[in-house]
């Protein structure tokens, strides 16, 4: 097998749409994780399907692949970060986030996306897990039905300090819903790092089965801060080697959404590091 790298635009937001693609193209990446947001293919602004075939082409053009992410900050609610979520405790907010996921879901069709990102959102004080639990499973049906329909994977990203925030928080949701067709897991390989209790290598193998889409960055252990490569304590060619063991066929995709202001250098550095790294990891 071979690993394709890809970087995400929410560490290009200083930059139009138009010119990261040619970016991350001229640069030699295999793909992109697309972030719908106000600067990139903003899924609440008219026009939505003419733009997002407009995008389809220029990715065609480019030979890039692409999966689409939903973690923009303030897409829905311009005042709450990352609100409303799919833990709401307004059925309105929830059903928002819903709705987006849906149009997420629809926007991978037409652009041949492999898999739509998502997470589950922290939950408020004062609710009780089975509430939140039960939120969860009602909001995220639509989109899980959409998916379906689409053959497009919603892959559910453990994100520190959310209701799904640890990969056997993915498992319990996975149980909950009877293991639908549709569900899949985006592992956030610095989260591993830092806080699941096996290694980071150790993660991916477990993962593998629901494996639908990958981030990737440098991290330390307790610290939810995405860093760039060679600024943690992550050990990344026998992560490398177990993640292309597994024959994932998705994009390993570079996530740094702090690092916009330096977006293009921190591109380029990043996939050196990256094949660097793979190549070592093979030659072991």
């Known amino acids: 097998m071979s690993l394709r790298f890809g970087y995400g635009t ?36 008219p026009g939505l399907a003419d733009r997002t075939r407009r995008v389809a082409r220029t990715l065609e053009r480019l030979g890039l692949a692409v999966t689409v992410e939903t973690g923009a900050r303030y897409v829905l609610d311009p005042r709450r970060k990352h609100g409303p979520s799919l833990l709401d405790p307004d059925p309105a907010g929830r059903a928002a986030r819903g709705e987006l996921l849906v149009t997420a879901v629809e926007v991978a069709a037409d652009l041949g996306a492999y898999a739509v990102h998502c997470f589950s959102g922290v939950t408020q004080d004062g609710t009780d897990p089975d509430t939140a639990w039960k939120r969860l499973e009602e909001a995220i049906a639509p989109a899980l039905e959409a998916a379906r329909a689409a053959g497009v994977p919603l892959a559910v ?23 639908p ?47 760039p490569f060679g600024e943690g304590e992550m050990d990344f060619p026998p992560l490398l080697d177990a993640l292309d063991a597994t024959g994932y066929q998705g994009l390993t995709v570079v996530e740094l959404p702090r690092h ?21 990891g093979v030659r072991a």
């Open 181 to 227: 067709d549709g569900l899949g897991l985006t592992l956030d390989l610095g989260h591993c790092q830092c806080l699941e209790p096996a290694s980071p290598a150790d993660c991916v193998r477990e993962a593998a089965p629901w494996l639908r889409h990958v981030q990737i960055e440098d991290m330390r252990r307790g610290v939810h801060e995405h860093l």
């Open 10 to 45: 929410n560490g290009l937001t200083d930059l139009r749409l138009d010119d990261a693609l040619a970016l991350l193209a001229d640069l030699g990446y295999d793909g992109v994780g697309l972030t719908l947001d106000h600067m990139h293919l903003d899924p609440m602004a």
């Open 157 to 179: 990203e453990p994100e520190p300090g959310h209701l799904v925030g640890r990969l056997a928080d993915f498992h319990t949701l996975r149980h909950r819903l009877g293991d």
């Open 260 to 280: 916009s202001h330096a977006g293009p250098e921190l591109a380029r550095t990043s996939l050196d590091f990256l094949r660097a790294a793979r190549a070592k």
